[in-house]
């Protein structure tokens, strides 16, 4: 039975190569043309995709050419084709800048580098060109109905680059590289001011520069120590109601605790 129903298969598929390799041979473009859209219809992208650059020379400046360039761009996205058809999106919108399909256009272009934007740990180049083009494009069409769905996506792809910063600031923390860390948090902190973990990225600050200060030389201890402390001031006035605050208040106890046993050893030394 399994075989019988490979036999099958295999001459379905052979009809099927069998009749687009007569459709790509023949010169009635108008009928090419015509398959093209019936291939991009059932969505055999691949075989529509073919026939449409065979007639993409031909057909420009003819009336047929702005749905023959929409169409091939879609077959580019709709076979993850992103490059392809981030080019495709953008030469449409400076072929046919008056097109009603314009705007669309301009919105999938910016889609395309969102499709492409990768996974934390990677590059993020493409996740800034989405919001750089969605921004862009809600500016241009500030009535558009797609401006929700790109506002949407623009704030998925802040979250996206906030973590990879967090991440790298992370890292220099559990490297216990306290100054690059107490600097990469502070920096987190000024790119996303209106963040939901502002008070952790604070906390992490105040941890750095205490570890920092720990591992110090005696002699740069004391004024370490107080660099945390100004810290869990800035702390509790920017953040009264967090949850962390017992966390702050005991960094800054031990950070005052260790000044004063400093200043003792000085004055010890010093009789």
């Given at each position: 039975?399994r ?35 019936q291939?991009f ?63 669309e ?25 989405t919001i ?27 979250v ?35 963040s ?16 920092y ?57 010093s009789?």
């Amino acid at each position: 039975m399994r075989v019988f129903s490979l036999i099958i298969l295999v001459a379905f598929l052979a009809t099927g190569c069998s009749k687009f390799a007569k459709v790509q041979k023949s010169t009635d473009y108008d009928y090419k043309l015509r398959m093209a859209d019936q291939y991009f219809a059932k969505k055999k992208y691949n075989q529509a995709q073919q026939l449409y650059e065979e007639l993409f020379p031909l057909l420009k400046g003819n009336d047929k050419f702005e749905n023959v360039y929409y169409n091939f761009a879609y077959c580019a996205y709709n076979q993850r084709d992103y490059m392809n058809a981030e080019n495709l999106f953008k030469g449409f919108t400076e072929v046919f800048p008056t097109s009603k399909r314009a705007e669309e256009m301009e919105y999938m272009r910016a889609y395309t580098y969102y499709k492409q934007s990768p996974k934390v740990e990677l590059d993020q180049t493409n996740t800034s060109r989405t919001i750089g083009l969605m921004q862009a494009f809600i500016n241009t069409h500030p009535g558009s109905e797609r401006n929700k769905e790109a506002t949407e996506i623009m704030d998925k792809c802040r979250v996206k680059l906030e973590m990879k910063e967090q991440k790298s600031a992370d890292l220099y923390f559990n490297l216990r590289q306290y100054k690059a860390a107490a600097i990469a948090y502070e920096n987190l902190m000024n790119n996303y001011p209106d963040s939901q973990k502002g008070d952790e990225y604070k906390l992490q600050i105040i941890k750095s520069y205490f570890l920092y200060a720990g591992f110090s030389v005696d002699e740069k201890k004391e004024q370490r120590y107080q660099k945390v402390i100004e810290q869990c001031n800035e702390f509790t006035d920017r953040f009264p109601e967090s949850k962390l605050k017992r966390d702050v208040e005991r960094l800054f106890n031990n950070s005052t605790n260790n000044i004063k046993e400093i200043k003792n050893e000085q004055v010890k030394t010093s009789a």
